[in-house]
């Protein structure tokens, strides 16, 4: 059983990066065919999907969050980050890291979220 842990700080300041980490247990990051996704969810919105990683080491992003998104991962540490730079408070959001498998959007397995308050 594949578990995932969001970790990072809870509160971030306008303009600055937002960086969470996600740490894996009961199965590697890079087995062929898993994505390793980031996923938020404003306060009274819908979800809204960030981007991923790939077991090969590839990103792709939302478009409307690109040009300010990185997702990166750390193999011997079996975890992968997301960085959110310039923020705002519209960047306030549950986030959650969860596993594709198979398909890149076919998510499996999610971690339980945490909150990211954006506020000066």
């Known amino acids: 059983q594949v578990q995932l842990q969001e970790s990072g700080p809870g509160l971030v300041k306008p303009s600055q990066t937002l960086s969470l980490t996600c740490t894996v247990s009961?199965?590697?990051?890079?087995?062929?065919?898993?994505?390793w996704n980031w996923i938020r969810q404003p306060p009274g919105k819908g979800l809204e999907w960030i981007g991923y990683i790939s077991y090969s080491g590839s990103t792709f992003y939302n478009p409307s969050l690109k040009s300010r998104t990185s997702i990166s991962s750390d193999t011997s540490e079996n975890q992968f980050t997301l960085q959110l730079s310039s923020v705002t408070p519209e960047d306030t959001a549950v986030y959650y890291c969860?596993?594709?498998?198979?398909?890149?959007?076919?998510?499996?397995?999610w971690g339980k979220g945490t909150l990211v308050t954006v506020s000066s």
């Open positions: 009961g199965g590697s990051i890079t087995t062929n065919y898993y994505y």
């Open positions: 969860a596993l594709g498998s198979g398909a890149p959007l076919h998510l499996t397995y």
